[in-house]
Every structure is written in structure tokens, then in C-alpha cells.
RNA sequence: GGAGAGGUGGCUGAGCGGCUGAAAGCGACGGUUUGCUAAACCGUUGUAGAGACAAAAUCUCUACCCCGGGUUCGAAUCCCGGCCUCUCCGCCA
């Protein structure tokens, strides 16, 4: 969320922003319409109240004295009635204005590419070595019904398509993978291991941005009005909602394994074939919530945590500064992380750090005192550390070997008990 | 699921219809004293919104004692609904 105030100020820059990232600019011609009445009435509003207040102090003198105090207390019943429908008509403004303020998207930092869409992002570098392979390597899902360790027809018997069932030391390369992650961020980044609910409310999917623009996207349990988390960043963002955090606090690093769930409406028919692209998925997330002047330097650093994973790993990738036009709701400033899937032959997206600079904070009323005693929000940033299936995809299809056993990287050995290939089982 | 108890400032905790934004204590901050530390003493100590001011400082007003309604001239205080916490019972991984 922008602070009104900076909208009042700046009304073109907001709304050049908001063309930027391909959104209706039009809703900021509206709020400050709004807002202007909102203010109005609120000083009427508050006018009335100190009179009724001053009446009130009346009434008590009077009945303190023993005199009658009916009169006053006729006029004062008048009043009263002036501020209830004031408050009413503030009671419609409000939601409004606050519908719409949520509405708006972040504005982007100033060295963001101004674009249309993935095509205007820029590549900002690039890691590792293309592997030279004998033969044509095979896509994933192939690698893996061969090793009889991933089975997409049976998982989409249980629950439908786009969902992963992974057998044998498929499931185990998934738990070391996590493991590894978490293992990685927490001894040698400095971030603090959570294990958050899979289940959130409303005001948590509205605090890190996720509602009210794309419920269409989220799970919903009707009963209770809960949402399965579609990243770990809405349960640990929220963690200090509503807080107000020391300066010798910051920055605090936090990281944490979750599955992910998204319906992934409107993406039909885009990435249908292996697990690319599916509903539920594991990942290990990084947020930070760090001081406001640092927090393009962590974003930076951010990355590089986020990086270090597929460099021990091996596996190629790069990284992309995304424009305006790809970047999501939230984001002032975010990079994509893409290992390369030889089998698939692209890059993948395994990761997207992100820099929301105080958006999120105002959301959830998340402060810090500063030195001097100034109540400041701190601004919060996240990223995938990885998210996994696109992770498993490069592994399968970059250590796949000519017999069509896959090997395993070094570092996750001692995660998979010691087995060094996945062989046909 | 059943039965109770409760949610007040950074914390502990009073108040239960009218100068109560809220006693007291603790903590924190500033000062005095002190060779240093400690102690003692004095003082300060919430947030948000609206308005005034060119702006900052400042000032005025309004709101906030879990949230939302209601009663009343007036609500932290009374009534209703919700959320949350705790205790006991039942059920259960």
C-alpha cells in the first residue's frame, strides 16, 4: 500500500508508475476524490464532537449543582444525531478509499527497466558452464518415469493434474534438497529457521499483497475463510504485524520451508508437461525486514544467498533484473533467479527476489524506533531459496548420464544417506 | 464439542457511568549527586487522524483501555455479537 499522503503529493508520479507496471491508473483521480471528501467530513465531523463534548461537561456541572440540565441535554441529543450520519457517510467513504488504496501496485525503484513484459527484462549475469552432453538429453518427466521415481499419472489419479508424486530417492531428493537449503541459509547466511502454519487468514494474505487482487489464485477453505499458503513469505512476513520492533532488532533474517499452493488460473496451457509448472510445491523462502536505508544492499545480498544454492549445486543459471511490466503487484525492484533445464532447454524462473521497500509494512503496521525515538516502518524484502520442483528439473536433466541413472551433486550426498546416483530401480 | 475465567499503556496492575489518555509500581530516557559503577533524588515517557503554519518546531481539536454494534447528554466502565487467551471435562494425531 502507498501512504495517501504521497499519492496527495504526487499524484502523477503514482500514476505513472501504475502505467508502467499495466495497471489502471485511473482509481488515483478517484481516491483523491475520495479523499478530499473524507477529509472534509471529518473535520466537520470532529467539530461536532468537541461541541458535544463541551455540552457534556455542561450537563455534569449542572447535575453536580442539583440544576436542571434538560435543555442542554435537548440540543446536545441534536448533535449526537449530526455526527451518526456523518459517521455513516464516513463509514461508506472509508472502505472505498481503502479498496481502492489497496489496489495500487507498488511503484518501482528508479533503476527498474521501464518494459512491457519478460522481454524488456535485462540479464544481469550468468553462472556456470553449458554442459556438453553425448546424446540429447531427455525432458524430466522422462528422466524421472524411467527411474521410476516421479509418477505424474498416479498423482494426477489422487488429486488431478498438476500435482507431483515422487517415489524412492525422488522423494528423498526432495527432502535433502530442502534440507541442504535450510542447512546452507541458516549456518552460513545467518537466518533464523521457522516452521510456520500452512493455513492463513485474510488479513495475512492482504498484509503481504496476495489479497484482495489474486484470491482468484489462492486456495480457500470456505468453512473457515482460511488460505493455503501460496509462499511461505505470507506467514513469516506477518509474523510482526502489528508490531513495533527495536532498531538493535534489525535486520532480522528469516527462513523457512513450506509447500506452496496456487491454482494457477489463467496460466492453462502454459508449461502443461512434467512439473514445471504445478499446484502445490515445496520451496524454502528468505525474508528479510531490515532498516529502510540498507535495504538495497540486502536485497543484493539476498540474491546472493538465494544464488549460492544452485552454485554448490553446479547447475547453470542467470540472473534477470525484471522490467516494470513483469514485475509483481508489490515489488519495487525484484531479480529472477532461471537455472537452466537442459532437457526442457530453457531457462527456468527458481527463484524471484524482491525489494518491497515499506509497501508491505504499511500493510501490516509494521514499525520500528529508531535511534532518536521516531516510530519509522522497516522495509521487508524476500526470495525463494529455492523453490524445489524447477530445482529437481535441472538436477535430473543436467546429471542425467547416458544409461539414464542420474548423478548426484556432491553437496547433497550426505543428505540422500550416501547414494551417489539414482539408478533404475 | 461442553462448562467456567479473562483480554487496560513497553511490562505488572488499579479503575466498573462524568477533568480518567487512564492511579500505582517496574522498565526506559534526561538531569543532580558520585573517583567509577551502583544507590538515592528530581523530571520526562503512547499512537493515529484532522485542522492552523510556506515549512519545521509548535499549537488546537478528535479518536483509541481486543474488535464491531447498541444504550446514554456523556462509556475503559452498562448491554449484544465476534475474535483471542487461560482452566476443567469430553474426543482425537
Known amino acids: ?20 507496471k499495466h495497471e489502471n491508473a485511473a482509481s488515483v483521480d478517484r481516491i483523491l476524490e475520495l479523499d478530499t471528501q473524507r477529509r472534509s467530513l471529518i473535520h466537520i465531523c470532529e467539530q461536532l464532537k468537541s461541541r458535544r463534548n463541551e455540552k457534556s461537561r455542561e450537563v455534569s456541572e449542572l447535575k453536580k449543582k442539583g440544576h436542571d440540565a434538560s435543555c442542554i441535554i435537548e440540543e446536545t441529543k441534536k448533535i449526537g444525531d449530526d455526527i451518526k450520519s456523518m459517521e455513516e457517510q464516513l463509514k461508506e467513504l472509508e472502505p472505498q478509499i481503502n479498496n481502492l488504496l489497496l489496489r495500487i501496485p507498488n511503484i518501482p525503484a528508479a533503476d527498474v527497466p521501464i518494459g512491457k513484459d519478460a522481454n524488456d527484462n535485462v540479464i544481469v549475469k550468468t553462472w556456470g558452464q553449458r554442459k556438453a552432453f553425448e546424446i540429447t538429453p531427455l525432458p524430466h518427466w522422462e528422466v524421472g518415469s524411467l527411474l521410476n521415481i516421479l509418477d505424474l499419472e498416479r498423482s494426477s489419479k489422487i488429486s488431478g ?28 547466511h545467518g537466518y533464523t529457521e521457522l516452521f510456520p502454519p500452512f493455513l492463513v487468514n485474510r488479513t495475512s494474505m492482504t498484509g503481504t499483497g496476495q489479497l484482495p487482487k489474486m484470491e482468484e489464485d489462492m486456495y480457500r477453505t470456505a468453512p473457515d475463510d482460511l488460505f493455503l499458503v501460496p509462499t511461505a513469505e505470507v506467514p513469516v512476513t506477518n509474523i510482526h504485524r502489528d508490531e513495533i520492533l527495536s532498531c538493535k532488532d534489525l535486520p532480522i533474517y528469516y527462513t523457512a520451508y513450506t509447500p506452496c499452493f496456487r491454482r494457477e488460473a489463467g496460466s492453462y496451457g502454459k508449461d502443461t508437461r512434467g512439473i514445471i509448472r504445478v499446484h502445490q510445491f515445496n520451496k524454502v523462502e528468505l525474508v528479510k525486514l531490515v532498516r529502510p536505508e540498507t535495504s538495497y544492499d540486502e536485497l543484493e545480498s539476498l540474491l546472493g544467498n538465494a544464488e549460492r544454492v544452485l552454485q554448490l549445486l553446479g547447475l547453470e543459471y542467470r540472473v534477470v533484473k525484471l522490467s516494470t511490466g513483469d514485475m509483481s503487484f508489490a515489488a519495487a525492484k525484484c531479480y529472477d533467479i532461471e537455472v537452466w533445464a537442459p532437457g526442457a532447454d530453457k531457462f527456468l524462473e527458481v527463484s524471484s527476489c524482491s525489494n518491497f521497500e515499506d509497501f508491505q509494512a504499511r500493510r501490516i503496521n509494521l514499525r ?28 535430473l536433466e543436467t546429471y542425467q548420464q547416458k544409461d539414464g541413472s542420474v548423478s548426484i551433486p556432491d553437496v547433497l550426498q550426505p543428505y540422500m544417506g550416501g547414494v551417489r546416483v539414482i539408478a533404475r530401480q
Open 1 to 20: 500500500m502507498l501512504d495517501i499522503n504521497f499519492i496527495r503529493a504526487n499524484p502523477d508520479k503514482v500514476k505513472q508508475a501504475i502505467t508502467h
Open 161 to 188: 493434474s498438476g500435482f507431483i508424486l515422487l517415489k524412492g530417492l525422488g522423494a528423498r531428493l526432495e527432502r535433502a534438497l530442502f534440507s541442504f537449503m535450510l542447512d546452507l541459509h541458516t549456518r552460513e
Open 368 to 395: 520500528f524506533r529508531d535511534e532518536n525515538g521516531k516510530l519509522r516502518l522497516v522495509h521487508t524484502l524476500n526470495g525463494s531459496g529455492l523453490a524445489l520442483p524447477r530445482t529437481v528439473i535441472a538436477i
